[in-house]
């Protein structure tokens, strides 16, 4: 399954609100994880299941969608979630299948 | 606390094996629900899974990387291990290892800090 993301790079304000599109060339149901990437760090998990919150994620990061169509959305933006994010679909558990990424600048 | 952290060579020849390994602190890979994995993200480019392991051995590769790619448990039971033969300079990235929990959904939760690895003469 082949993830694609838009757009590669969005400009936001900090404390506006960031809408990130991640679509799958065929329906992966909810098995959707959006992460956060950052520069010289590993990947940090913030939503599995298209729109549950991993463990001590803000809730200023939500996430919708099912089938092929997802978005990340980010509220408030802080400096601290600048960086680039990646959507992973899992319905082909355990093989998995990695978004561009699209990335988030001030 | 469970922790990963990645280990081996930072600087390899083209044509040669790459061998990492994985090391789980704070806990084991014998561990019915988890799942261990390798993904790498070469420089300013995307994030490619690679392989993963289970705790029986079992594993499975990414089928873009045909008879490239081998994942294993060991050589410790806290340890599991990836080799990538044979190498070419679109091999450089950094390679991370990683846990997924099945106890709820498989996702990576758990990663290690990275290891750069450059191919090159």
């Known amino acids: 399954t082949v993830m694609t993301q838009s757009p590669d790079t969005l400009s936001v304000s900090p404390g506006g609100r960031a809408t990130l599109s991640c679509r799958a060339s065929r329906s992966v149901r909810t098995n959707l994880a959006w992460y956060q990437g950052k520069p010289g760090q590993p990947p940090t998990l913030l939503i599995y299941d298209s729109s549950a919150r991993a463990t001590g994620v803000s809730d200023r990061f939500s996430g919708t969608g099912s089938d092929t169509d997802f978005t990340l959305s980010i509220s408030n933006l802080q400096s601290a979630d600048f960086g680039i994010y990646y959507c992973q679909q899992y319905n082909d558990w355990p093989f998995i299948s990695f978004g561009p990424g699209t990335r988030v600048d001030v | 606390q469970l922790q990963l952290q990645e280990s081996g060579p930072r600087l390899v020849t083209p044509s040669e094996t790459l061998s990492l390994t994985c090391t789980v602190s704070?806990?084991?890979?014998?561990?019915?629900?988890?799942?261990w994995g390798w993904i790498r993200q070469p420089p300013g480019k995307e994030m490619e899974w690679l392989g993963t392991?289970?705790?029986?051995?079992?594993?499975y590769i990414n089928p873009s990387l045909p008879n490239r790619v081998t994942v294993s448990v060991g050589p410790a039971t806290n340890q599991f291990s990836l080799t990538l033969s044979p190498l070419t300079g679109a091999d450089t990235a950094t390679y991370y290892c990683a846990r997924a929990d099945t106890e709820s959904d498989p996702v990576f939760d758990l990663w290690g800090p990275g290891i750069l690895v450059t191919v090159s003469s």
């Open positions: 392991v289970y705790y029986t051995g079992t594993s």
């Open positions: 704070g806990g084991s890979v014998n561990s019915e629900v988890d799942y």
